[in-house]
């Protein structure tokens, strides 16, 4: 028999069955009292409730919400030739769309980042989730002469994002630990190219299902709504450092001007980041340019003809969504496996795993611009290699920051790392590279052969980045287990009485 924090009791539980209350705790099993009383209906539903806040539930539904955040994202992309037809701007203008979301992106992830460390996580995410989708279904109305309005609600969407991102990895590493933490991670992860992918999927079908690019942005909101709903009635608060057995024992706080002092000297950390940067900046550019660049390509080869009246073809969007995804799953899949494999030759596996699948990364995404002039199918196998190898080490970065940082400070550093991913990433990379292609097309505008290969040359600065992050793993796997060591000798100082504690800056 189990008792509610009421004092009812709960029916068809064991003597060993404990209950968790709204706030996360947990009461006690106690034996029948004459002082209990049955439980009202409204009670027993409630308690019902309780029973499923599990720390798997909640990582599920965490991960489902990671999955509509990129599917936001990456909705745009799948209709891109379209908004450029309707708005008639270029590709630098279309390339505006995705900088500016990913600047306001990274300018929130610090300010979530101190918020998450230091106030209720799960209502910051709802919030987040209940205002991006708000903004993204306004934006489905926005009429051509104010394309200023759809780069603006983009910008508004990115700060909404910013806040599930930065803040739901830390719930994560709060509910498990060691190989299960990686796996969630992994899982959790998985969500980036798979919600990348849907969104190239489903926004090209909403659009040939309305027949105009604007039913793309209405998908995403309405899931997005569910999503911070279950967020508030199925995910926990957790203590942080409740899952390394640390909740209510880590007296110290530090500041935040401390803690960005900690992150600036923790190396594993710093290198990892720029590493995480130099991904950010490949799939950044990837995603909006890849799906024109084979259909420009499919020009040239004279089996398509370029669009000239809207809606455009989606089939190269539905091909390259359907690769990031099945991509995305083996890439997650293969570097968790690969990962826990090597940690039994190595303590170093995690960082010398991301570095090994960013170098063979490189290659194969060279061997797409050389090949696609003259095959569409042997692009598409370049691109699947590529992506699988580039999508390894997504859950493993995670991973790596979770050992190095203490969990008082996890918030700030994903913030912080995503702030940093993004302002030497993919915050600039969409319209470097439309800035390149534009560039270059200009004596030539009216050649699909020149149209093709601009773009072509602007993205060959891709893998010259990926090979950059792999040389920035390497380094992290020189410092990782120092900063490690540092980060438990640290959590052990904070876990002892305040008067005891000298905080390690």
């Not at 708000?134 to 009429?143: D, E, M, N, P």
């Not at 299902?209 to 998908?219: H, T």
């Not at 090949?371 to 199918?377: D, G, Y």
Request: hydrophobic share 45%; aromatic share 12%.
């Amino acid at each position: 028999m189990c008792v509610e924090s009421d004092g009812c009791e709960i029916e068809r539980c064991s003597s060993s069955d404990e209950v968790h209350t709204l706030s996360g705790s947990m009461s006690p099993t106690l034996k029948s009292s004459p002082d209990l009383h049955p439980c009202k209906p409204g009670q027993k539903f409630r308690a019902a409730l309780l029973r499923c806040r599990t720390p798997l539930v909640a990582a599920g539904i965490l991960s489902f919400g990671n999955v509509l955040n990129y599917m936001d994202r990456y909705t745009v992309a799948g209709v891109l030739l379209d908004i450029q037809k309707h708005f008639e701007v270029g590709d630098s203008g279309a390339g505006l769309l995705q900088t500016v979301f990913i600047c306001s992106f990274m300018v929130a992830a610090p300010i979530f980042g101190y918020l998450g460390d230091r106030f209720n996580r799960k209502i910051i995410l709802s919030c987040g989730i209940f205002f991006w989708s708000f903004v993204t279904l306004l934006s489905s109305f926005i009429t051509k002469d104010y394309y200023w309005l759809l780069v603006l609600s983009r910008c508004l969407v990115g700060i909404g994002e910013s806040s599930y991102s930065s803040i739901s990895p830390t719930i994560i590493g709060d509910l498990f630990t060691n190989n299960k933490r990686t796996m969630m991670l992994s899982v959790f992860y998985l969500a980036i190219p798979l919600g990348s992918g849907l969104g190239y999927i489903l926004g090209s079908i909403a659009k040939d299902a309305g027949g105009d690019w604007y039913w793309a942005l209405r998908v995403s909101p309405m899931l997005g709504l569910t999503a911070g709903f279950l967020i508030l009635i199925f995910v926990p608060e957790p203590k942080r450092g409740i899952a390394d057995q640390l909740a209510g024992r880590l007296h110290a706080r530090t500041s935040w001007l401390c803690d960005m002092k900690a992150l600036a000297k923790n190396r594993s950390y710093v290198f990892s980041s720029l590493a995480s940067a130099a991904v950010s900046f490949a799939t950044g550019a990837f995603g909006i340019w890849i799906p024109q660049y084979l259909v420009r390509a499919q020009v040239v080869q004279k089996t398509a003809v370029s669009c000239t009246y809207q809606p455009c073809s989606s089939k190269d969007s539905l091909i390259f969504g359907a690769i990031t995804c099945v991509t995305g799953l083996l890439g997650v899949v293969i570097g968790a496996v690969t990962t826990r494999l090597c940690r039994q030759k190595t303590e170093r596996a995690d960082p010398l795993v991301c570095a090994v699948s960013m170098l063979g990364s490189a290659i194969f995404i060279c061997l797409i611009f050389v090949v696609a002039k003259k095959s569409i199918v042997g692009a598409y196998i370049c691109i699947f290699i590529g992506e699988t190898l580039l999508f390894l080490n997504w859950a493993i970065t995670a991973d790596i920051l979770m050992y190095v940082v203490i969990p008082t400070r996890r918030a700030t550093a994903v913030a912080f790392q995503g702030f940093t991913s993004h302002l030497l990433g993919d915050a600039g990379s969409p319209y470097l590279i439309g800035l390149i292609s534009d560039s270059l097309q200009e004596s030539y505008a009216t050649s699909a052969l020149w149209q093709f290969l601009s773009l072509g040359y602007a993205l060959m600065l891709c893998p010259f980045v990926i090979v950059l992050g792999g040389m920035f793993f390497l380094a992290t796997a020189l410092f990782f287990l120092d900063d490690r060591d540092k980060a438990e000798k640290h959590v052990n100082q904070l876990s002892r009485q305040p008067s005891a504690v000298k905080v390690t800056k």
